[in-house]
């Protein structure tokens, strides 16, 4: 019996209560202002013509801007703001991103990002985890931003201070 209750505590610990809804909107907003991959590389499946009636065939390869799209002002009002509001309902409750073609924080279509899950998780918990246990400070410091294939900050300028509990 004592390992039967052991095992329970074990999948109590393994659950993961979901994220509060203000967390989730700042998330996604910054994966918005800042994709990690500013281009996603496609290639067509079937011809396309643009509107300006150009034919590109089937089997070329095409290269997404997802920071562009996710930059677009007609979707994204004030869309170099920081904004987590733009991600809550009236009652605060998280909104799905429902911009088709507009957020692509895990890719998109067949190439999705297969972990995607486990990364959301794993953001969350880290993120609850450091607001919870410290108040975070910026700098005045200006963000350096490496631009490779993927994005990301070359430093980053912010001083944790132990929360007293």
Same mark, same amino acid.
């Given at each position: 019996?004592?390992?039967?209750?052991?095992?329970? #505590? #074990?999948?109590?610990?393994? $659950?993961?209560?979901?994220?509060?809804?203000?967390?989730? =909107?700042?998330?996604?907003?910054?994966?918005?202002?800042?994709?990690? /991959?500013?281009?996603?590389?496609?290639?067509?499946?079937?011809?396309?013509?643009?509107?300006?009636?150009?034919?590109?065939?089937?089997?070329?390869?095409?290269? &997404?801007? @997802?920071?562009?799209?996710?930059?677009?002002? &007609?979707?994204?009002?004030?869309? !170099?703001?920081?904004?987590? #509001?733009?991600?809550?309902?009236? $009652?605060?409750? /998280?909104? %799905?991103? %429902?911009?088709?073609?507009?957020?692509?924080?895990?890719?998109?279509?067949?190439? !999705?990002?297969?972990?995607?899950?486990? /990364?959301?998780? #794993?953001? %969350?918990?880290? =993120?609850?985890?450091?607001?919870?246990?410290?108040? &975070?400070?910026?700098?005045?410091?200006?963000?350096?931003?490496?631009?490779? !294939?993927?994005?990301?900050?070359? %430093? @980053?300028?912010?001083?944790?201070?132990?929360?007293?509990?």
């Amino acid at each position: 019996e004592e390992e039967g209750e052991e095992e329970e #505590e #074990e999948e109590e610990d393994a $659950d993961i209560a979901p994220a509060p809804d203000l967390l989730v =909107a700042t998330i996604r907003e910054s994966q918005r202002l800042q994709p990690i /991959a500013p281009l996603l590389p496609r290639r067509l499946e079937t011809n396309y013509r643009t509107q300006q009636n150009v034919l590109i065939p089937r089997g070329s390869r095409i290269f &997404v801007p @997802v920071h562009l799209l996710q930059h677009d002002p &007609v979707v994204y009002p004030d869309p !170099f703001s920081f904004l987590p #509001e733009r991600w809550l309902d009236n $009652d605060g409750k /998280a909104l %799905s991103p %429902s911009s088709a073609g507009h957020y692509f924080p895990f890719g998109g279509g067949p190439k !999705f990002c297969v972990g995607m899950q486990l /990364a959301k998780k #794993e953001l %969350s918990m880290v =993120a609850r985890c450091l607001l919870e246990n410290f108040t &975070v400070e910026t700098t005045k410091k200006k963000l350096k931003i490496n631009d490779w !294939f993927v994005t990301g900050p070359a %430093s @980053v300028h912010v001083t944790l201070r132990t929360r007293q509990k």
